[in-house]
C-alpha cells in the first residue's frame, strides 16, 4: 500500500459520564455526557487524486469487521465536505481500523471526523468557508464532539457542545472490549425510560453512564468486563457509550500496564488498549 502524503489519528472516544434524560417522539435520546478522547485510535490517510474519483482501503486488526462500501462513514464524510464546498477533488483514503466496531467508543464516528480534518487540509479548504458542525451533526450524533476530539460537555443528542473547565491530559486509560459487537441503535430501545437525574460535567466521576444496564441485557458479557477492570483497582471504572468497551482511569502508568498484562493473561479473547487522555 502506497504511503500517504497525509494522516489523521482518529482519537478513540470515551464517555466517561453519560446520563439519557428522554426518549423523543422521533426515537432518538436527549442525553448529558461529558466526552474526552485517548491519544491512540484508528489512523486515516489520505493522496489527493486528481480524476475527483475517492476511494477507500481498509487494512488493520478489525478492517474484516465493516464495509468500504458508500455508507462508510469515512466516504460519507468526504462526499458530504466536497459537497459543502462546492469542488470536484478526490483522494484515494486508507484506513488502518485498529478499533473495534459498534464498541462504544465512536469508531465510526471518530473515522468520520478524521476525514473532514484530514480533506480540509489535502483539498485545501478554508473551515470558515464550510458550516462544519451542520456537516458533522448530520454525520451522526457523536460526530460534532470527535471533530476538536477535546474534552467536552454534550447535551441534545450530544451535538450541543459546551466547553468545560476539566484538564484530564495524560490520565492514564485501559480499555477492554469482550469483542462482541454491541449496537447503538438496540441499546437506547432497552433503555427503561427513568430519568435518574442531570450531570454536572465537573462532578462526573460521581455521575453514571445510564446505558450500561440496558447494554448488559443485550450484550450479558459487559458485567464481567466491569467486575474484571473494577479487581485491578482503577481510580474509577465504567462502560463507555452503548458499549460494550468499558474503561479504566489508572493513578500511574505502572498500576495501568500490570493490569493490561493482567488481563490480557486472563482473557485472551478479550481486546484491550493501553492509552491515556488528551
Ligand atoms: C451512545 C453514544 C454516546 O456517545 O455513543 P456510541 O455508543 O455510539 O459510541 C452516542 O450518543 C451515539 O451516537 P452515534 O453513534 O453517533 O449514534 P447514531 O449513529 O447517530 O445513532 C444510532 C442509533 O442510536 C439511537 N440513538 C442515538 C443517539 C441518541 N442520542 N439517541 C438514540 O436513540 C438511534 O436509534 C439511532 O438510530
Ligand atoms: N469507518 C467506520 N468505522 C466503524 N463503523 C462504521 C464506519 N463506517 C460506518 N460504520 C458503521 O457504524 C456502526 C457504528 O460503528 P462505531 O462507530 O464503531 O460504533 P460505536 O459508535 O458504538 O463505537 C457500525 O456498525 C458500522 O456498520
Given at each position: 500500500m502506497q504511503v500517504p502524503a497525509l494522516s489523521e489519528i482518529a482519537f478513540a472516544k470515551v464517555n466517561l459520564a453519560l446520563h439519557v434524560r428522554a426518549r423523543r417522539a422521533d426515537g432518538y435520546h436527549e442525553l448529558e455526557s461529558l466526552f474526552a478522547f485517548c491519544t491512540d485510535g484508528d489512523v486515516l490517510g489520505a493522496t489527493a487524486r486528481e480524476d475527483g474519483a475517492l476511494t477507500l482501503a481498509i487494512e488493520g486488526p478489525?478492517?474484516?469487521?465493516?464495509?468500504?462500501?458508500?455508507?462508510n462513514l469515512v466516504l460519507r464524510a468526504a462526499r458530504a465536505l466536497r459537497e459543502a464546498a462546492g469542488i470536484r477533488s478526490g483522494a484515494d483514503l486508507m484506513l488502518d481500523k485498529r478499533l473495534p466496531v459498534a464498541s462504544g467508543i465512536g469508531g465510526g464516528s471518530a473515522d468520520a471526523a478524521a476525514a473532514l480534518r484530514l480533506l480540509l487540509r489535502l483539498w485545501a479548504i478554508s473551515p470558515a468557508d464550510v458550516d462544519l458542525a451542520r456537516i458533522a451533526a448530520a454525520l451522526g450524533a457523536d460526530v460534532p464532539a470527535c471533530l476538536g476530539s477535546h474534552t467536552v460537555f454534550g447535551a441534545g443528542i450530544g451535538e450541543k457542545l459546551e466547553p468545560v473547565a476539566l484538564d484530564l491530559a495524560d490520565m492514564p486509560v485501559l480499555l477492554v472490549n469482550p469483542l462482541v459487537a454491541c449496537p447503538t441503535g438496540p441499546v437506547f430501545a432497552a433503555?427503561?425510560?427513568?430519568?435518574r437525574g442531570p450531570l454536572d460535567p465537573l462532578d462526573w466521576a460521581r455521575g453514571?453512564?445510564?446505558l450500561a444496564a440496558p447494554a448488559m441485557e443485550v450484550v450479558p458479557e459487559i458485567d464481567e468486563v466491569l467486575a474484571v477492570l473494577r479487581a485491578q483497582l482503577p481510580r474509577l471504572a465504567r462502560m463507555s457509550g452503548s458499549g460494550a468497551t468499558c474503561f479504566g482511569l489508572f493513578a500511574s502508568t505502572a498500576e495501568r500496564d500490570a493490569a493490561a498484562t493482567r488481563i490480557d493473561r486472563d482473557h485472551p479473547d478479550w481486546w484491550t488498549l493501553s492509552t491515556r487522555l488528551r
Open positions: 478489525f478492517a474484516d469487521d465493516l464495509s468500504a462500501g458508500e455508507d433503555w427503561d425510560g427513568e430519568d453514571r453512564n445510564d
